[in-house]
């Protein structure tokens, strides 16, 4: 079944509330306007307001909310409008979601994911266009997934739900149009297990989100050049799944990593490190990297294109580590 990255979504969600009375949706619009990016399309007539609430513009506090329903027993599903308003909610989800189970002594549970769109779209400004998942990794006690397709989009969001621990679920704004193959029944992902999504022998490209559909147009390019490149999706950013990437890595040789987000300490220096830790010896040249600017995010449109990675730069960073330039 083709459907899109939006209905995968609202599959997903829909299909987990009818299976577990304990879940609900919370956030800004999510019930009468169906949500910022019509995610929610439907769900107020099909599961009523207490089930999906509307709340006022204070994402601190509808997230406190969303952990306090959790510890009680309830599974929680916050929408925020865009990721960049998570940094509002940053003391809940660091502070509080994060820490509880432990501080507690396993004796509390927060089931709880946070989803909503992040990076960039078209001229949202420096405010509206970060990609923070850099952030969140970083942080003990949460998990990061950030799905690329519809089809790992459904799948991943239904483990997400179906988990005991706080979850960072990012959905790149300019996603939500694409459409992808779901199939017809009923499936879940495991969380933190990568996917190779195209073969090849050459070289190696580790990408996610928005940026894997960049790698895979980069890769097709490559192929008729006579470059066959290896494409891995980690969909599961913490936990990572480093062994399906450093296996590549030891076919390949050669590694280049794609992500939006900026480069000092972004996510792919992780990867990069641990590459080198465990594969360094396989390695028949420098990892390279392709990133976001480090600059806030212009408004102005060259200067917005100027500032996210592009295939022409993917392609550059292949045949750099390739020896073809």
């Given at each position: 079944?083709?459907?899109?990255?939006?209905?995968?979504?609202?599959?997903?969600?829909?299909?987990?509330?009818?299976?577990?009375?304990?879940?609900?949706?919370?956030?800004?619009?999510?019930?009468?306007?169906?949500?910022?990016?019509?995610?929610?399309?439907?769900?107020?007539?099909?599961?009523?307001?207490?089930?999906?609430?509307?709340?006022?513009?204070?994402?601190?506090?509808?997230?406190?909310?969303?952990?306090?329903?959790?510890?009680?027993?309830?599974?929680?599903?916050?929408?925020?409008?865009?990721?960049?308003?998570?940094?509002?909610?940053?003391?809940?989800?660091?502070?509080?979601?994060?820490?509880?189970?432990?501080?507690?002594?396993?004796?509390?549970?927060?089931?709880?994911?946070?989803?909503?769109?992040?990076?960039?779209?078209?001229?949202?400004?420096?405010?509206?266009?970060?990609?923070?998942?850099?952030?969140?990794?970083?942080?003990?006690?949460?998990?990061?997934?950030?799905?690329?397709?519809?089809?790992?989009?459904?799948?991943?969001?239904?483990?997400?739900?179906?988990?005991?621990?706080?979850?960072?679920?990012?959905?790149?704004?300019?996603?939500?149009?694409?459409?992808?193959?779901?199939?017809?029944?009923?499936?879940?992902?495991?969380?933190?297990?990568?996917?190779?999504?195209?073969?090849?022998?050459?070289?190696?490209?580790?990408?996610?989100?928005?940026?894997?559909?960049?790698?895979?147009?980069?890769?097709?390019?490559?192929?008729r050049e006579g470059i066959e490149v290896e494409v891995i999706d980690p969909?599961?950013?913490?936990?990572?799944?480093?062994?399906?990437?450093?296996?590549?890595?030891?076919?390949?040789?050669?590694?280049?990593?794609?992500?939006?987000?900026?480069?000092?300490?972004?996510?792919?220096?992780?990867?990069?490190?641990?590459?080198?830790?465990?594969?360094?010896?396989?390695?028949?040249?420098?990892?390279?990297?392709?990133?976001?600017?480090?600059?806030?995010?212009?408004?102005?449109?060259?200067?917005?294109?100027?500032?996210?990675?592009?295939?022409?730069?993917?392609?550059?960073?292949?045949?750099?580590?390739?020896?073809?330039?």
């Amino acid at each position: 079944m083709l459907i899109s990255y939006r209905e995968a979504l609202n599959q997903a969600m829909r299909e987990e509330m009818r299976r577990n009375s304990r879940i609900f949706l919370i956030g800004e619009e999510v019930g009468y306007y169906q949500g910022a990016f019509k995610v929610s399309k439907g769900f107020v007539e099909e599961f009523g307001p207490q089930r999906v609430v509307d709340t006022p513009i204070t994402e601190a506090g509808f997230t406190g909310l969303a952990i306090g329903a959790a510890m009680a027993g309830l599974h929680p599903i916050v929408e925020l409008m865009t990721m960049n308003f998570g940094i509002v909610a940053l003391d809940q989800s660091v502070n509080n979601a994060a820490k509880i189970r432990y501080m507690s002594g396993g004796q509390l549970s927060v089931p709880l994911v946070i989803r909503g769109p992040g990076s960039a779209a078209h001229q949202l400004g420096a405010q509206h266009s970060q990609s923070l998942e850099a952030w969140f990794c970083h942080v003990p006690g949460l998990k990061v997934i950030a799905p690329a397709t519809p089809h790992d989009a459904k799948g991943l969001l239904k483990s997400a739900i179906r988990d005991k621990n706080p979850i960072i679920f990012i959905e790149a704004q300019l996603l939500y149009g694409t459409k992808g193959d779901v199939g017809d029944g009923e499936y879940t992902i495991p969380i933190g297990v990568a996917e190779v999504k195209r073969v090849g022998h050459d070289v190696t490209i580790v990408a996610y989100s928005k940026m894997l559909l960049l790698a895979l147009e980069a890769a097709d390019q490559l192929s008729r050049e006579g470059i066959e490149v290896e494409v891995i999706d980690p969909r599961t950013l913490k936990p990572m799944d480093l062994p399906t990437i450093v296996a590549s890595v030891k076919k390949t040789g050669r590694l280049v990593i794609v992500e939006e987000g900026w480069r000092f300490c972004g996510l792919g220096a992780q990867v990069a490190e641990s590459v080198y830790t465990a594969a360094f010896d396989y390695l028949d040249a420098p990892i390279q990297r392709v990133t976001g600017e480090d600059v806030p995010m212009p408004y102005s449109r060259p200067l917005e294109d100027a500032a996210i990675p592009d295939k022409p730069r993917v392609i550059d960073a292949v045949k750099t580590v390739c020896g073809r330039r």
